[in-house]
């Protein structure tokens, strides 16, 4: 359960600054000691499955498998796992800029030819605002966005629609 | 496969901001070398199965309940 917790908080953090979308139940891999492992990253950043219509809305995938697998909200795992999040996100605040500037390279030198650059400079915009969503946001202010964050994330129909819909397209289980 | 590339590339940035802020979020960092636009080589990450064929073996069984007969009861310690 620790690694598990600690996966899903690292993978829920990496999957919403970076929007890596199109998260079914066939790319994500789970590994003898109980680690999440996320594959395929065709879509990320601006560009998405589905010509303009986007399902995967929640910030992170929290599905109600995964919260009954902690235990429900309320258990002990999950206030863990909660505090995981909140020590993740403001780490990665601190040191956005090794992000950022990763992200701004890459835009520099291929624009719009990639597909995670769809949305041109707006990608590096939105991405800022995941960082820095309220105008001089202090460590304190964080616990509580990301705390919204959660709350929007659990269950979200939309993930969940999401899902249906693979199994009805291609057969993932979900 | 550029952007897989790209996203191995940001993956490894997270994997190392964690380390060095001591925070114990996981994420793997696994490597990705693109050779053109659609061909490239791609790390196995080992003893892994993905939850869509996981589900496909367990049947009716939820992931919890596969946790539990994987790992031990809830409160042994190969569970925590």
């Known amino acids: 359960m620790n690694n598990f917790i600690q996966s899903l908080a690292g993978y829920s953090l990496l999957c919403y600054f970076l929007q890596i979308k199109d998260r079914h139940n066939a790319n994500i891999l789970i590994d003898s000691k109980g680690h999440i492992v996320h594959i395929d990253f065709g879509f990320l950043l601006s560009n998405a499955p589905g010509k303009g219509i986007k399902f995967e809305k929640a910030p992170f995938k929290l599905t109600d498998e995964f919260v009954e697998c902690m235990g429900g909200v309320n258990s002990s795992i999950f206030r863990k796992f909660r505090q995981l999040l909140w020590s993740g996100f403001i780490a990665l605040v601190k040191h956005s800029q090794r992000i950022i500037i990763l992200v701004e390279m890459m835009y520099a030198g291929f624009g719009d030819t990639l597909g995670c650059f769809t949305n041109k400079e707006n990608t590096i915009s939105d991405l800022k605002n995941r960082f820095f969503p309220y105008k001089n946001m202090e460590t304190k202010h964080y616990f509580k966005h990301v705390d919204s964050l959660i709350e929007e994330s659990i269950d979200n129909w939309r993930t969940r629609w999401y899902d249906k819909f693979q199994y009805v397209a291609q057969g993932i289980l979900y | ?80």
């Open chain 2, 1 to 80: 496969m550029i952007q897989e590339q790209f996203a191995t590339q940001l993956i490894n940035e997270f994997y190392q901001i964690f380390q060095l802020e001591k925070v114990n979020c996981w994420v793997y960092p696994y490597e990705i070398l693109s050779t053109g636009n659609e061909s490239g080589i791609i790390e196995v990450v080992n003893n892994a199965i993905s939850i869509d064929d996981l589900k496909k073996k367990i049947k009716n069984k939820s992931l919890r309940e596969f946790f539990l007969n994987y790992f031990g009861p809830a409160d042994s310690k190969g569970y925590i």
